[in-house]
């Protein structure tokens, strides 16, 4: 069995209510099971409903035992593990990984705060699971059973993994929160800092940083780009954000050959209406041109690569 369920897709904030009923309003939360191993990537506020099934339902076989992957640590990819009910359960034994943070802060400490008694009533020392920290960078890992776990630097604000789970033959992987990379020295010769040189340089620089995002997702089963906005809201002010456009999406996963691709980190301000509006268009746009299936992304759809 190698599956994969969506239990939040939301960007920045959740946005609970009438209009998010078809695609979600909870933040990044995907659980991924690779034969009997339980895989979490990130801890938005989609974690807890996953805690509630697992406590219901997979917690009648034994302890919960779970490896949870951190893309970053900005709020809306964490704010849901206070929320995660088998933190409370003895037995539950959680592996806790994320990227290095720049600050001086610990990844126990960014995700403990949180269990503070200034934001929660129960502090991280309190809790009942068996929880263990691991600082990552851009490495693999083997995770035993069959299962090897590869991370790669995404571009965002602050330090972001993306992550590539490969399972008897199949391949998933994650990419967001990201945008690609760009030159970022003045390539206009009527710049007064312009350098020739320089310029030629941060093109290259960027063009080769692009291309070993895209080998990093190569030949995928399964995809899951940020897609927060069309490439006319990014450029319009929307640089230097950390975010995708959907067609940067598109045209990056059908170069690396992905088979499935999903849009996802939709937009906080989008409806369902919209959309299910931009799902049909890009889908209009690839059909028949490509052998990638595209699609947004939805709470609680799951996706099987293996039986």
Same mark, same amino acid.
């Given at each position: 069995?190698?599956?994969?369920?969506?239990?939040?897709?939301?960007?920045?904030?959740?946005?609970? %209510?009438?209009?998010?009923?078809?695609?979600?309003?909870?933040?990044?939360?995907?659980?991924?099971?690779?034969?009997?191993?339980?895989?979490?990537?990130?801890?938005? &506020?989609?974690?807890?409903?996953? %805690?509630?099934?697992?406590?219901?339902?997979?917690?009648?076989? %034994?302890?919960i035992?779970?490896?949870i992957?951190?893309?970053h640590?900005?709020?809306? /990819?964490?704010? %849901?593990?206070p929320?995660?009910?088998?933190?409370?359960?003895?037995?539950t034994?959680?592996r806790?990984h994320?990227?290095? =943070?720049?600050?001086?802060?610990?990844?126990?400490?960014i995700?403990?705060?949180?269990? &503070?008694?200034?934001?929660?009533?129960?502090?991280?020392?309190?809790?009942?699971?068996?929880?263990?920290?691991?600082?990552?960078k851009?490495?693999?890992?083997?995770?035993?059973?069959?299962?090897?776990?590869?991370?790669?630097?995404?571009? /965002?604000?602050?330090?972001?993994?993306?992550?590539? #789970?490969?399972?008897?033959?199949?391949?998933?992987? &994650?990419?967001?929160?990201h945008?690609?990379? $760009?030159?970022?020295?003045? &390539?206009?010769?009527?710049?007064?800092?312009?350098?020739?040189? $320089?310029?030629?340089?941060?093109?290259?620089?960027?063009?080769?940083? =692009?291309?070993?995002?895209?080998?990093?997702?190569r030949?995928?089963? $399964?995809?899951? /780009?940020?897609?927060?906005?069309?490439?006319?809201?990014?450029?319009a002010?929307?640089?230097?954000w950390?975010?995708s456009?959907?067609?940067?999406?598109?045209?990056?996963?059908?170069r690396?050959?992905?088979?499935?691709?999903?849009?996802?980190?939709?937009?906080?301000?989008?409806t369902?209406?919209?959309?299910?509006?931009?799902?049909?268009?890009?889908?209009?746009k690839?059909?028949?041109?490509?052998?990638m299936? #595209?699609?947004?992304a939805?709470?609680?759809?799951?996706?099987?690569?293996?039986?």
């Amino acid at each position: 069995m190698f599956t994969v369920k969506i239990w939040g897709d939301r960007g920045s904030m959740p946005v609970p %209510g009438p209009d998010t009923v078809v695609f979600g309003g909870n933040t990044a939360c995907i659980e991924v099971r690779c034969g009997k191993r339980l895989i979490i990537i990130d801890a938005g &506020s989609g974690i807890r409903g996953l %805690g509630e099934w697992l406590a219901r339902n997979d917690l009648k076989k %034994g302890p919960i035992d779970a490896d949870i992957f951190i893309t970053h640590t900005h709020w809306d /990819h964490i704010m %849901g593990f206070p929320m995660f009910t088998p933190i409370y359960i003895p037995g539950t034994k959680l592996r806790i990984h994320g990227p290095v =943070n720049f600050e001086d802060e610990t990844l126990e400490q960014i995700i403990g705060t949180q269990l &503070s008694y200034r934001y929660w009533p129960v502090r991280q020392d309190e809790l009942a699971a068996e929880i263990k920290y691991q600082s990552l960078k851009e490495t693999e890992m083997d995770l035993g059973d069959g299962v090897t776990v590869k991370t790669k630097y995404l571009n /965002h604000p602050v330090l972001c993994l993306g992550y590539r #789970v490969e399972y008897q033959g199949k391949v998933f992987v &994650s990419a967001y929160d990201h945008e690609p990379f $760009v030159n970022v020295f003045p &390539s206009d010769p009527a710049d007064p800092d312009y350098d020739a040189a $320089v310029a030629e340089e941060g093109e290259q620089a960027a063009q080769e940083e =692009n291309a070993r995002i895209e080998a990093f997702f190569r030949d995928a089963d $399964v995809l899951v /780009h940020d897609t927060q906005y069309t490439a006319k809201e990014y450029t319009a002010g929307k640089r230097g954000w950390g975010h995708s456009s959907f067609e940067h999406a598109i045209n990056a996963g059908n170069r690396a050959r992905v088979k499935r691709l999903l849009l996802f980190h939709h937009d906080p301000n989008r409806t369902d209406t919209e959309l299910q509006e931009l799902e049909l268009f890009y889908q209009g746009k690839v059909a028949g041109r490509t052998g990638m299936r #595209v699609e947004a992304a939805r709470e609680g759809l799951t996706l099987t690569l293996l039986p």
